[in-house]
C-alpha cells in the first residue's frame, strides 16, 4: 500500500526532483506502456513542461507497435513541443524518439506530412532493431523497425540507431558494440552499396551524437547534398576510431564501409578522444 500510486503523483514528485538537479542532463518517459492514448498524451505534455521549465534533453520511446489501428502518438508530440515553443525557449536541447515502429506502416505522404510538421524542432528518431525485431511479431508473423536508411535519405530526417539493452527481457541477445549493430544493418536494410554502409557507420556514431545533444553535421547546419557521411574537415573534432591491421590484407579496414562490412568483434581498435588516445 505504500507503494500505491494511481495518479503517479510519487513518481512525478521524484521526476521533477531529479530534473532539478543540475547533474541530470535528459529527462525521459515511455508513453506507449501508458493504458490508453489519453494518459499516453498526458504523459507527453508533462513532460515536455517539465524538460522546458528545467531547459533538459527529452528521450521518448513511443508508438512501439506494429498496429494500423493505433493512432500514432509522433503528431501530438510535436503539436505540444509546438506549443510549449520549444525552439525559442531551449539552449540546443534534443528531443529523442526510440522505437517508434508504428511508422513503418506510413506511406510516403504521411512521410512528408511528419518531416513538414517537425520543421525545425531538433527530433532525432533512433531505431533499436535488435530489441524491435525480437519483440514485435504480429499475428501475420510480420516484424518491423525504423528503416533509419530511407528515412535520412528519402525524407530528411534526423535518424540513427541505438543497441537498447542486452541481457533482458528486451534484449537476450547480441554485443553492446555500435558497430555490430552498424554491420547488421547491411543485412536488415538491404543495404549493400557503399554509400549505405557509410550512413550505416554514421548512424552509429556522428548521427548517434548529434541526436544526444553533442552536435555533428545535423547541428551545423550543413545540407545532406554538400557533405559526405565521415567525411573529415578542418576544424572536426579529434575523435577517432582506429583499426589494425589483420594478417591477411584483405582483412584490413582501409575504409569506413569495409569497417562496417568486416566487422572486427572490438579486436585491435583504438580511440581518440578530442586527439588524445583512450584506449
Same mark, same amino acid.
Given at each position: 500500500?505504500?507503494?500505491?500510486?494511481?495518479?503517479?503523483?510519487?513518481?512525478?514528485?521524484?521526476?521533477?526532483?531529479?530534473?532539478?538537479?543540475?547533474?541530470?542532463?535528459?529527462?525521459?518517459?515511455?508513453?506507449?506502456?501508458?493504458?490508453?492514448?489519453?494518459?499516453?498524451?498526458?504523459?507527453?505534455?508533462?513532460?515536455?513542461?517539465?524538460?522546458?521549465?528545467?531547459?533538459?534533453?527529452?528521450?521518448? #520511446?513511443?508508438?512501439?507497435?506494429?498496429?494500423?489501428?493505433?493512432?500514432?502518438?509522433?503528431?501530438?508530440?510535436?503539436?505540444?513541443?509546438?506549443?510549449?515553443?520549444?525552439?525559442?525557449?531551449?539552449?540546443?536541447?534534443?528531443?529523442?524518439?526510440?522505437? /517508434?515502429?508504428?511508422?513503418?506502416?506510413?506511406?510516403?505522404?504521411?512521410?512528408?506530412?511528419?518531416?513538414?510538421?517537425?520543421?525545425?524542432?531538433?527530433?532525432?528518431?533512433?531505431?533499436?532493431?535488435?530489441?524491435?525485431?525480437?519483440?514485435?511479431?504480429? /499475428?501475420?508473423?510480420?516484424?518491423?523497425?525504423?528503416?533509419?536508411?530511407?528515412?535520412?535519405?528519402? #525524407?530528411?530526417?534526423?535518424?540513427?540507431?541505438?543497441?537498447?539493452?542486452?541481457?533482458?527481457?528486451?534484449?537476450?541477445?547480441?554485443?553492446?558494440?555500435?558497430?555490430?549493430?552498424?554491420?547488421?544493418?547491411?543485412?536488415?536494410?538491404?543495404?549493400?552499396?557503399?554509400?549505405?554502409?557509410?550512413?550505416?557507420?554514421?548512424?552509429?556514431?556522428?548521427?548517434?551524437?548529434?541526436?544526444?545533444?553533442?552536435?555533428?553535421?545535423?547541428?551545423?547546419?550543413?545540407?545532406?547534398?554538400?557533405?559526405?557521411?565521415?567525411?573529415?574537415?578542418?576544424?572536426? /573534432? /579529434?575523435?577517432?576510431?582506429?583499426?589494425?591491421?589483420?594478417?591477411?590484407?584483405?582483412?584490413?579496414?582501409?575504409?569506413?564501409?569495409?569497417?562496417?562490412?568486416?566487422?572486427?568483434?572490438?579486436?585491435?581498435?583504438?580511440?581518440?578522444?578530442?586527439?588524445?588516445?583512450?584506449?
Amino acid at each position: 500500500a505504500e507503494f500505491h500510486d494511481p495518479e503517479a503523483e510519487k513518481i512525478r514528485a521524484l521526476m521533477r526532483e531529479a530534473a532539478a538537479n543540475p547533474e541530470v542532463e535528459v529527462l525521459g518517459s515511455t508513453p506507449y506502456v501508458e493504458a490508453d492514448a489519453r494518459t499516453a498524451k498526458r504523459n507527453v505534455e508533462w513532460m515536455v513542461d517539465l524538460s522546458v521549465e528545467f531547459d533538459k534533453h527529452l528521450d521518448f #520511446h513511443l508508438d512501439y507497435n506494429l498496429d494500423a489501428s493505433q493512432e500514432p502518438l509522433i503528431h501530438h508530440v510535436v503539436t505540444t513541443l509546438r506549443a510549449a515553443h520549444w525552439t525559442e525557449k531551449m539552449t540546443d536541447k534534443t528531443i529523442v524518439i526510440g522505437h /517508434a515502429t508504428r511508422l513503418t506502416l506510413f506511406s510516403a505522404q504521411e512521410w512528408t506530412d511528419l518531416k513538414n510538421a517537425i520543421g525545425d524542432l531538433p527530433i532525432h528518431f533512433v531505431g533499436l532493431p535488435t530489441s524491435d525485431l525480437y519483440m514485435l511479431r504480429t /499475428a501475420k508473423r510480420k516484424r518491423g523497425t525504423l528503416d533509419v536508411i530511407s528515412m535520412i535519405r528519402e #525524407h530528411g530526417l534526423n535518424a540513427c540507431l541505438g543497441v537498447n539493452n542486452v541481457g533482458n527481457a528486451f534484449t537476450p541477445q547480441g554485443s553492446c558494440d555500435p558497430l555490430s549493430l552498424a554491420s547488421q544493418g547491411v543485412g536488415i536494410y538491404s543495404a549493400g552499396t557503399v554509400e549505405d554502409a557509410e550512413v550505416l557507420y554514421a548512424c552509429v556514431s556522428t548521427r548517434a551524437k548529434a541526436a544526444i545533444g553533442f552536435g555533428g553535421e545535423a547541428e551545423r547546419g550543413r545540407k545532406e547534398a554538400e557533405m559526405r557521411e565521415g567525411e573529415i574537415r578542418v576544424g572536426d /573534432a /579529434a575523435d577517432v576510431l582506429l583499426f589494425g591491421s589483420e594478417k591477411q590484407d584483405w582483412r584490413t579496414r582501409k575504409s569506413v564501409a569495409e569497417a562496417v562490412y568486416l566487422y572486427d568483434c572490438c579486436r585491435g581498435r583504438r580511440g581518440f578522444l578530442g586527439g588524445k588516445a583512450t584506449s
